[in-house]
């Protein structure tokens, strides 16, 4: 699979507009449909840059492999949904989802202890 393709498959799997990764890579919209139709290839530095965007190996995105990143574990769902969302959020906005997506994390935690701690216990 050439490198257009997999930029296209990998955006379109993350439901994110042209325009949006686009404007993510601090890229035009044409670069980056040039990209995805094969008009046009990456330079390396855009390569580094757009599989670090979407958290895959520069080998995978060239097509030297289909294993999208070796070194790490894959983007989970929730990390997925997080990019997409924050992707057109100003900075501030993004502060305040972070603040909260922590304070939900922290208090789920917390919750799982509490249900542990009774299993444990022999009340649950």
Same mark, same amino acid.
């Given at each position: ?13 993350? /439901? ?68 997409? /969302? ?39």
């Amino acid at each position: 699979m050439d490198i257009g393709t997999r930029i296209k498959e990998l955006r379109k799997n993350l /439901t994110l507009t042209q325009k949006e990764v686009a404007e993510a890579l601090q890229v035009s919209q044409q670069a980056l449909g040039d990209w995805e139709n094969q008009k046009k290839k990456p330079t390396a530095d855009k390569i580094e840059k757009i599989a670090s965007f979407f958290s895959v190996s520069a080998d995978y995105l060239l097509g030297k492999t289909d294993i999208k990143k070796s070194d790490e574990i894959n983007l989970s769902d929730f990390e997925l949904l997080y990019r997409k /969302t924050s992707n057109n959020l100003s900075d501030e906005e993004k502060a305040q989802l972070e603040i909260d997506l922590k304070d939900f994390l922290l208090e789920r935690e917390r919750l799982f202890r509490e249900r542990d701690e009774k299993r444990k216990n022999g009340s649950l």
